[in-house]
Each structure stands twice: as C-alpha cells, then as structure tokens.
C-alpha cells in the first residue's frame, strides 16, 4: 500500500522523463534547464518597437512539463537566483520573478500530468497552462510584486500619465496591470511564448532523449 501511494505522489509532482532516469540523470537535467533559464533571462531578449520580447515564459514551462512540477520550479528559480548572481545589472534581487517563473514551471508540469484520454487532450492542456500561467504568474506573482516595488519606490512618470489620461486616477493595482499588459506590451510577450509552446511540445516529444507524456 505505502509503494502504491508513493508511486501515484511522484507520478503527480515528477515527469515520467525524470521518474526514468537516475538519480545523477535528474540532477543534470535540472541543471541543463536551470541554465538555459539564465541564458533566456540574459541574452535571449530582443526588442520590436516599443515591446521587450524574451523567451522565459516558453522556457518556464517547456522546464515544468519536461521535468515536472516539483524539478521545473526547482530548475526555473535556481536559474533565476544563478542569473542575478552572475550579474545583477545593478538591481536589487526581486524573488517575485524566480517564483513567477517557477510557479509557472509548476503549473505546467502540474497540468501536463494530468490524464485525459481523448483527441487533443495536449492541447487542452496547453491551453490551460497558457490561461493560468497568465492569472497566476503573469498578473498574480509577476504584476503584483512590480506593483508594490514600484509603489514603494515612486511611479514613474510614464505610469502616472498612463493611468491618468484612461482611468482618471491615480496608479491603482488595476491601473498598473494595465499599464505593464498594454503600454509596455507584456501581453503581446505571452502570446508570442504561448505560441511557441502550443508549436514545440509536439516536435520535442517526438525526439526521443526528451519524450514526455502529453496524452
């Protein structure tokens, strides 16, 4: 009995790629994917006018349903604290990023472990690891915590003119989400992420050293 239910726990929060592998094999692996989260959070970023495109949302996930919950959070947060360790740019550490992208991580791995036996369940899935990484990680974790950072630090001024000319008011929670989904164009970056996450699960899952359970 305890087997079985030790099983089915691991089952919930593990990949069936991570379950397969050694315990070294498991190790490298989040530290394969804890890298290349430093490496889109540094470099992989680019600009088209006024919107910063990077690829972090993509690799937060492909990192949870990879890996699973438990190791893709693990994977994207280690990532994160490695990134800022290595070169801060001279800000302070901002934690809510680390768990917005873990949390991101974890709700993908989470989602894509979940059994549905029909006709494109995966995309099912995906769907809803785009729609709750966006309430959750994108507006929940990420916003949030810009919002009371900002809030603390002073608005700027771009902030204060948005939100007064359509609003009327001063920089409200709401008022600031809209600013940082519209203006700054984060929204137009979690298209672009989900995008490519609905076009690559299906190609990675047909290459074997990296084949999940997507059904």
Same mark, same amino acid.
Request: some cysteine.
């Given at each position: 009995?305890e087997?079985?239910?030790?099983?089915?726990?691991? =089952?919930?929060?593990?990949?069936?790629?991570?379950?397969? +592998?050694?315990?070294? /094999?498991?190790?490298?692996?989040?530290?394969?994917?804890?890298?290349?989260? !430093?490496?889109?959070?540094?470099f992989?970023?680019? +600009?088209?006018f006024?919107? /910063?495109?990077?690829?972090?949302?993509?690799?937060?996930?492909?990192?949870?349903?990879?890996?699973?919950?438990?190791?893709?959070?693990?994977?994207?947060? @280690?990532?994160?604290?490695?990134?800022?360790?290595?070169?801060?740019?001279? $800000? @302070?550490?901002?934690?809510? !990023?680390?768990?917005?992208?873990?949390?991101?991580?974890?709700?993908?791995?989470?989602?894509?472990?979940?059994?549905?036996?029909? +006709?494109?369940? %995966?995309?099912? =899935?995906?769907?809803? @690891?785009?729609?709750?990484? &966006?309430?959750?990680?994108? %507006?929940?974790?990420?916003?949030?915590?810009?919002?009371?950072?900002n809030?603390?630090m002073?608005?700027?001024?771009?902030?204060?003119? $948005?939100?007064?000319?359509?609003?009327?008011?001063? %920089?409200? $929670?709401?008022?600031? !989400?809209?600013?940082?989904? &519209?203006? =700054?164009?984060?929204?137009?970056?979690?298209?672009?992420? $989900?995008?490519?996450?609905?076009?690559?699960?299906?190609?990675?899952?047909?290459? +074997?050293?990296?084949?999940?359970?997507?059904g």
């Open positions: 009995m087997k079985t239910e030790t099983a089915a726990w691991k =089952k919930i929060f593990f990949s069936e790629l991570i379950l397969s +592998k050694s315990a070294g /094999q498991r190790i490298a692996y989040v530290a394969v994917i804890a890298a290349l989260s !430093v490496v889109s959070n540094m992989l970023e680019f +600009k088209f006024d919107v /910063q495109f990077s690829i972090t949302i993509l690799i937060s996930a492909l990192a949870g349903i990879m890996l699973g919950p438990l190791s893709g959070f693990a994977a994207c947060y @280690i990532g994160d604290l490695a990134g800022y360790i290595y070169n801060s740019w001279g $800000y @302070i550490y901002m934690p809510w !990023v680390g768990l917005s992208t873990g949390m991101l991580a974890f709700l993908g791995g989470l989602i894509m472990n979940i059994r549905l036996n029909f +006709k494109g369940a %995966v995309y099912v =899935k995906l769907a809803a @690891i785009c729609v709750l990484s &966006f309430l959750v990680c994108t %507006v929940g974790i990420n916003s949030t915590g810009f919002y009371f950072y809030r603390a002073g608005f700027s001024t771009a902030v204060v003119d $948005y939100v007064s000319e359509r609003f009327g008011t001063g %920089v409200s $929670y709401f008022g600031y !989400v809209a600013y940082r989904l &519209f203006f =700054k164009g984060q929204i137009w970056n979690n298209v672009f992420n $989900y995008a490519l996450l609905f076009a690559l699960v299906p190609v990675l899952n047909a290459v +074997k050293p990296l084949k999940i359970n997507i």
